[in-house]
């Protein structure tokens, strides 16, 4: 039967040719999830359904270990949001458990240098993405404004959707911000040469790894999943690890950059930002609890009042979802596109469960990181004290640089 194609070049995906039943499920997930046949946008959903294991992430976690035991060099990690709320599957918990403690633990008992979080990053691209929409929204120009935190979507665009490349957010992703910011503020601030600090992000797309590729700042992308394979090779008992909190500086981010993890997290993060910019003030409560734009739905909208421009917003959650709304998307000012069902808590890094429980289990990562938004003291980006920090000391006197290129937006393969 027919499957999908994965080259030997392919930067995120491998396939375990004896293990292949040439069964099809890999061809159908892709046609249900992105409407492709044999047009690889490396999302790596395939892997989810593959039911012997065949198709795996692109391995690159002994490559770590190889660095973690050499002395010339500081190994850093960087942890995505969605990692915190799945990385207990492996471990007997249950699905959607929040472990961010052990999580950090974990990587600790591993060796490496720092861990910092990746929603200091994610805080860094709603300030930026913000700041860009408002502007957009000013001048009235290259609208909907698309995010880019997304390389399948990214990706997608620079194949099937050239003439919209212009409405793409200029913003890098949110491990593109931090792996800037360890590669400079960091490095500067310790005296560390930057070329001996390998950079590591852990998280829940396979897609990152092709999005690194395109960035000199971050050396290694490893997956939940190839994290569960190197805790159980170094005989490192998750269960008994007590919890340990990120490494400061570039630490803990706010629960506007936590829920970049959910379909629809980016754009609810983005609206609290935009509306302090535009206003001077605290957005109204509705700005927290956007119902509208949250869950599996394929097709979110709602319309939001900015006070000074009442928008038209939209969030995609499964790219097939762009064929079905395409000619009406010019309609909207901002629009969310995640490739991964549920957002990057379906991300195909994620460890392997039960296929016809990933729905459920999805909802249940989705529900941990929202609840952690609730109780989180600090719901918004711009109150970030170590984001201000930042950017009074660091970033405001142009020492780093947050946007992509224009001609260096979209990943190619």
């Not at 047009?39 to 198709?55: E, K």
């Not at 979080?117 to 000013?138: I, P, Q, S, Y």
């Amino acid at each position: 039967m027919e499957r999908v194609s994965v080259s030997k070049n392919n930067l995120a995906i491998d396939r375990i040719e004896e293990r292949c039943i040439h069964c099809g499920m890999c061809l159908k997930t892709c046609q249900e999830n992105n409407n492709l046949k044999n047009d690889c946008i490396n999302c790596g959903q395939c892997l989810l359904t593959c039911p012997t294991g065949a198709l795996i992430p692109k391995y690159c976690y002994k490559t770590v270990l190889n660095y973690l035991h050499d002395t010339s060099y500081q190994v850093v990690v960087i942890t995505s949001p969605a990692v915190r709320v799945a990385i207990g599957d492996a471990f007997g918990y249950e699905a959607g458990s929040f472990l961010e403690g052990k999580m950090v633990s974990a990587l600790k008992a591993l060796g490496f240098a720092k861990v910092f979080d990746t929603t200091f990053g994610a805080d860094l691209t709603v300030m930026e993405e913000a700041k860009e929409l408002v502007n957009r929204l000013e001048t009235q120009k290259n609208l909907p404004m698309f995010t880019s935190c997304c390389p399948s979507w990214v990706n997608y665009v620079s194949k099937f959707y050239p003439e919209k490349k212009e409405n793409i957010s200029t913003c890098k992703s949110p491990i593109g911000m931090i792996g800037a910011m360890v590669k400079s503020y960091y490095a500067e601030l310790y005296e560390i040469n930057p070329n001996q600090i390998i950079l590591v992000a852990l998280t829940p797309c396979v897609s990152k790894k092709e999005e690194i590729y395109h960035n000199p700042d971050v050396d290694f992308c490893l997956t939940t999943s190839e994290l569960v394979l190197m805790l159980k090779e170094m005989n490192i008992d998750f269960n008994t690890l007590k919890d340990e909190e990120f490494d400061k500086l570039l630490g803990k981010g706010s629960g506007a950059g936590l829920i970049f993890g959910a379909s629809g997290g980016v754009t609810e993060a983005v609206l609290r930002t935009a509306y302090y910019l535009i206003n001077h003030e605290k957005a109204p409560r509705k700005f927290y609890e956007l119902n509208a734009v949250r869950g599996e739905k394929n097709f979110k909208e709602t319309i939001i009042d900015l006070k000074k421009y009442q928008i038209k917003v939209g969030v995609i959650n499964k790219l097939a979802t762009i064929k079905e709304v395409k000619d009406k998307l010019d309609a909207y000012d901002f629009i969310e596109v995640m490739t991964c069902p549920g957002g990057c808590v379906g991300g195909a890094g994620q460890g392997l469960v039960a296929i016809n429980k990933l729905p459920e289990i999805r909802e249940k990562r989705i529900k941990a990181l929202y609840q952690d938004d609730e109780i989180n003291k600090v719901k918004e980006s711009y109150e970030n004290e170590e984001i201000k920090e930042a950017y009074q000391t660091f970033i405001n006197k142009g020492k780093v640089k947050l946007h992509n290129e224009k001609e260096k937006i979209a990943c190619q393969n």
